[in-house]
């Protein structure tokens, strides 16, 4: 067995360990030969322990080493390897912008984004081991629940700008949005399509459907009963029908189903298009689908919760910071109303999301406030928002102070909880 074989034995943990330094040392060489092997050859500073590529790009390796360091099984750090060098390989196969607007403004494109995406990309990539802010790239708000964001269209990806590429360019966020409105209606000019009556679907299959929600004045002209309600599911799905059209929204329903369970899940939320524009769509209380939609709405946004609460747990652990992050739940109380959720606000330090309830555990930790509005709880329990994170936490730093825990038990609701969803 070579020296060099010997060392990767003992950096994987297979026989006395090495000091902290070499440890540190051999771990980079590790990743920089991974990414050389890939077509990627980095320059290795010690001293920083950073990797320069040759487009002047950094990855930083403090928090990746951190994290492989902190297993203490060697086949999971050997694979640890792997993920940490194809994170990397990620970000550096990102292709480049064209250095001028002429060439590029013909292949500006837009996809929609769910506001969460931001928040869950900034928080792997902190996870990686980037350091410093992750600045949005050149977008504008759709609704409270999605964005609509400019890409570069190529044969083979489809890329998302720098913050600062528009500058660069020369150009305004208008006249990059018009560009690129410009661009999908003249790639295919009548992308609507009958699916049945009074639902119609964009399915072009470019990976731009969703993104045909911008083309209002072809949806507006639609045959559809009501203002229209829009599903953008996944980059190749839209569909379109009438808010007052019940059969329409259930065939959007079980859309939303399907891709639901397939790859590719851009969104789940519907929106509805007013007089001044798109907003987020509520099936409204009272409606035959309510909870249908309701249910669907509340399993999407405690997915997005999920993911959110294991990054910021992941990212906690390794800061050492020992905040809470409250649990997103639901519950049925009645077959014929929507379900609806809560958390659970420890005496502790944490995070609480919002929520149609709360369940509040007092001062003593031996009262409780069931069920309480989030209205309630937001008047009342002293809450401060987390700067920067979609959707919305909240931080606390212990139990409520007794008066306000005695307000809020008085809000309590009597609830009868059927079940509780999985």
């Known amino acids: 067995m070579s020296f060099f074989s010997k060392l990767l034995q003992r950096l994987a943990g297979e026989e006395p360990a090495l000091p902290s330094d070499e440890v540190r040392e051999l771990f980079a060489i590790r990743i920089q030969g ?4 890939a077509g990627h050859p980095a320059t290795l500073d010690l001293e920083a322990f950073t990797l320069r590529f040759e487009d002047g790009a950094v990855a930083y390796l403090g928090n990746r080493f951190g994290v492989w360091s902190g297993s203490h099984d060697s086949d999971e750090r050997e694979h640890m390897l792997v993920d940490i060098a194809e994170g990397i390989l990620q970000i550096q196969r990102q292709p480049k912008a064209p250095a001028s607007w002429e060439d590029a403004a013909g292949r500006l494109q837009i996809r929609v984004r769910p506001r969460s995406f931001g928040t869950i990309t900034r928080l792997r990539f902190a996870l990686e081991g980037f350091e410093g802010e992750l600045p949005d790239g050149p977008s504008r708000k759709l609704t409270e629940e999605l964005l609509l964001e400019l890409v570069l269209d190529s044969p083979r990806s489809i890329m998302s700008l720098p913050p600062e590429q528009l500058e660069t360019w020369g150009v305004t966020l208008e006249q990059a949005f018009a560009h690129a409105e410009a661009n999908l209606r003249a790639s295919y000019p009548s992308p609507f399509t009958r699916v049945t009556s009074g639902v119609w679907a964009a399915e072009v299959g470019d990976c731009y ?37 019940v059969a329409g929204l259930s065939v959007l329903l079980d859309t939303a189903l399907q891709a639901s369970r397939q790859p590719r899940l851009d969104t789940l939320q519907p929106i509805v ?31 997005t919760y999920a993911e959110l609460k294991e990054l910021l747990e992941t990212g906690f652990e390794r800061d050492g910071d020992d905040r809470f992050v ?8 009645d077959e014929t109303e929507r379900p609806r959720s809560y958390a659970i606000w420890p005496p502790v330090r944490g995070l609480l999301p919002q929520t149609d309830l709360v369940n509040i555990i007092g001062p003593d930790e031996e009262q409780l406030a069931m069920f309480v509005p989030w209205d309630a709880v937001q008047a009342l329990g002293g809450l401060s928002r987390e700067p920067n994170v979609w959707p919305p936490l909240y931080r606390f730093d212990g139990p409520p102070d007794s008066t306000s825990f005695a307000a809020l038990r008085e809000r309590a609701l009597e609830v009868r909880l059927m079940s509780e969803l999985d």
């Open 34 to 37: 991974m990414l050389a092997s």
């Open 209 to 245: 459907d969703s993104a045909r929600l911008v083309l209002t004045d072809a949806i507006r002209e639609l045959p559809v009963h009501g203002d229209p309600v829009v599903l953008p599911a996944n980059r190749d799905t839209l569909y379109v029908c009438g808010e007052g059209d």
């Open 273 to 303: 298009l007013r007089e001044h524009g798109y907003e987020d769509w509520w099936a409204p209380e009272g409606h035959r689908l309510s909870a249908a939609w309701g249910e669907l709405a509340v399993r999407n946004r405690g997915s």
């Open 326 to 333: 409250a649990h997103f739940g639901a519950i049925q109380t």
